[in-house]
């Protein structure tokens, strides 16, 4: 029962290898099951393929099924289609376009297999893409908010200043009059003098804007900080919301091209064995000898073959026959007095009809 399944797989006709040699069959159930197989590994290599794409196994598997019962029809309609030829030339012509075919179906059929097989290596080549494009993307989401976060924080170092700047003043003030009480400086008279007040006046007016200065500033710092925590909020929020798509990124496309990183010469065995494969079974009936089945399918076809061209050559054969007699019959009719009276007669009486119309004709005109 397997046997003449893989049989049917090959394209053969079964009614003809039926009655060939054991080994003949064995031979068209080897490329049978070749072509099963290969559609087998089509359908798997498909599903994986658009699993990857599609992330939902129920689509996966109904296509890759498809897809699977498209490469087993193409490799079934290749094979059944090579026929052996008394030559060789005529033979590889014939075969040409149809390994060009399967060298297709192969590289088609192979990538996907290749992308399951060195999945942990592709995905460490995924993870290292994934974190060069989040560092990329926080370096250029930063370049829309560093600028305003830069500009705020120069104005919160002006306003310090200034509180900075107002300190040093007063601390001099207090210096002045205290030098003044001592008589270390100014008049240079011990005692708190009218000189001495007048400084302290001057010192505790300073010491009042200082305060002042102090509570509008920290007012000024509170408001600007918190705009630079909204900023650095909506950049952790920018960054959150478009990390997802760095992190979805391993479908088909990055993985094929992070198979590309990766060292091509196992990558290339795989694709030879399935070049293997895919054209074993064009290059089995292209080396092997012409065998019983051969024979037997070129008889049936000749036979057909001849039995149209007789047809055809008799059909062509009544047709000068039937010309030939025409021929004859309408010559030897044509010397009769009596047919050529007949028709005189019939032509002179049209041509009255033909006057009498026109001549009527004429008249209802006037």
């Known amino acids: 029962m397997l046997k003449q399944f893989f049989i049917i797989c090959s394209g053969a006709d079964t009614d003809i290898l039926d009655n060939c040699a054991i080994g003949e069959q064995n031979k068209y159930a080897g490329i049978g099951a070749t072509v099963f197989f290969t559609a087998v590994m089509a359908f ?3 599903s994986y393929a658009l699993y990857t ?98 500009a705020l924080e120069a104005n919160i170092a002006t306003l310090q200043s200034q509180i900075i700047t107002k300190e040093a003043e007063v601390n001099a003030l207090y210096d002045v009059y205290i030098s003044e009480a001592e008589g270390t400086a100014g008049t240079q008279l011990l005692g708190k003098g009218p000189v001495y007040k007048e400084k302290r006046e001057k010192h505790d007016a300073a010491l009042a804007e200082l305060q002042q200065l102090k509570t509008d500033n920290k007012a000024k710092i509170e408001a600007t900080e918190a705009q630079i925590a909204q900023l650095k909020n909506d950049y952790d929020a920018q960054v959150s919301s478009t990390q997802p798509i760095i992190d979805g990124f391993d479908g088909l496309m990055a993985r094929v091209n992070a198979l590309g990183e990766l060292p091509w ?9 399935f070049l293997a494969v895919e054209t074993s079974p064009i290059f089995a009936k292209l080396l092997s000898p012409k065998g019983e089945y051969d024979y037997k399918l070129e008889d049936a076809e000749t036979a057909v073959k001849t039995w149209v061209e007789q047809k055809v050559s008799e059909r062509k054969l009544v047709l000068q026959t039937d010309q030939t007699l025409n021929n004859r019959i309408y010559n030897d009719i044509a010397e009769e007095d009596e047919l050529y009276t007949y028709k005189r007669k019939k032509a002179r009486e049209l041509m009255q009809l033909q006057a009498d119309a026109f001549f009527k004709h004429q008249k209802n005109a006037l």
């Not at 010469?265 to 694709?271: A, D």
């Open 44 to 46: 798997i290599a498909c």
């Open 53 to 150: 794409v599609f992330d939902n196994l129920f689509s996966a598997l109904t296509f890759g099924f498809i897809w699977g019962l498209l490469i087993f029809n193409l490799d079934r309609f290749i094979v059944s289609t090579i026929k052996k030829r008394n030559n060789s030339i005529d033979e590889i012509i014939q075969a040409s376009p149809r390994i060009i075919l399967a060298i297709i179906i192969a590289v088609v059929i192979s990538k996907p297999l290749e992308l399951k097989i060195f999945e942990k290596e592709i995905n460490q080549v995924l993870l290292e893409q994934k974190n060069e494009l989040t560092l990329a993307n926080q370096n250029q989401i930063a370049e829309q908010f560093t600028p305003n976060v830069e």
């Open 265 to 273: 010469l196992p990558s290339l065995f795989i694709l030879l064995l």
